[in-house]
């Protein structure tokens, strides 16, 4: 089957810039979440999707990042405006049942 | 609140030689755990699960794990370490609501 798919790979961006994030999960996996994972550390969720519903986004800066995932298949993530420690690999994952698959990641860096 | 401790942030081994990466969580009720292996620029690949039964989990590439319910741990271990092992390594636990919290990582370096 194929994977989750994200993009972009890389992105630089300027503070107080925008950037967006695209994931397209898993045909059939109900269940899409956004990680973000800074250097040296474990990855935290952002965002968890039920269909195109939020389930959990007590983790999410609201005032910078959204998140959306209409017809309960894609999602992009957002960060307006962006701040040098948003500085991360952006992992999108979709489940069915504890089964987790995750994406390569976006590499974003802020200068 | 759920969390995984990871003890060890770099661990180097000799080629061939055996490995055991720690892993602690804190959980409340009967935890599902995982293994997750990250090489660099890559997503998190699963290397084993624990839900139930047998407290000795086989995963891929010759990895195992023990849950250890008494210490709380769910250690990775492989008998004979190869170079493109180098990676890092994350412990994790499904934190309720189908979602996992991830240790901090520990970074495996291979020398020859």
């Known amino acids: 089957e194929a994977g989750v798919a994200q993009s972009p790979r890389y992105k630089i961006i300027e503070k107080r810039q925008s950037v967006a994030f695209w994931c397209n999960p898993i045909?059939?996996?109900?269940?899409l979440y956004w990680y973000q994972q800074i250097l040296g550390q474990g990855p935290k969720l952002l965002i968890q999707?039920?269909?195109?519903?939020?389930?959990?986004d007590s983790q999410l800066p609201k005032d910078r990042f959204s998140a959306e995932r209409l017809k309960g298949v894609d999602s992009t993530l957002k960060i307006q405006p962006a701040k040098l420690e948003d500085s991360a690999v952006y992992l999108c994952?979709?489940?069915?049942?504890?089964?987790?698959?995750f994406g390569s990641g976006t590499r974003l860096t802020v200068v | 609140a759920q969390s995984v401790t990871q003890p060890d942030i770099h661990i180097t081994v000799s080629e061939g030689a055996s490995l055991e990466l720690r892993c602690n969580y804190s959980?409340?009720?009967?935890?599902?755990l995982f293994w997750y292996v990250q090489s660099p620029g890559q997503g998190l690949q699963l290397l084993l699960k624990?839900?139930?039964?047998?407290?000795l989990v086989q995963g891929i590439k010759g990895f195992e794990a023990e849950f250890k319910r008494s210490q709380s741990s769910f250690n990775l271990r492989k008998p004979s370490v190869h170079w493109s092992d180098a990676a890092e390594y994350f412990c994790?636990?499904?934190?309720?609501?189908?979602?996992?919290?991830f240790g901090a990582g520990t970074i495996l370096r291979v020398k020859s």
């Open positions: 999707f039920q269909n195109n519903g939020v389930v959990d």
């Open positions: 994790a636990v499904e934190s309720g609501g189908n979602k996992l919290v």
């Open positions: 624990y839900f139930s039964g047998d407290t």
């Open positions: 959980y409340g009720a009967t935890p599902y």
């Open positions: 045909s059939g996996h109900a269940t």
């Open positions: 994952a979709s489940s069915v049942t504890y089964g987790y698959t």
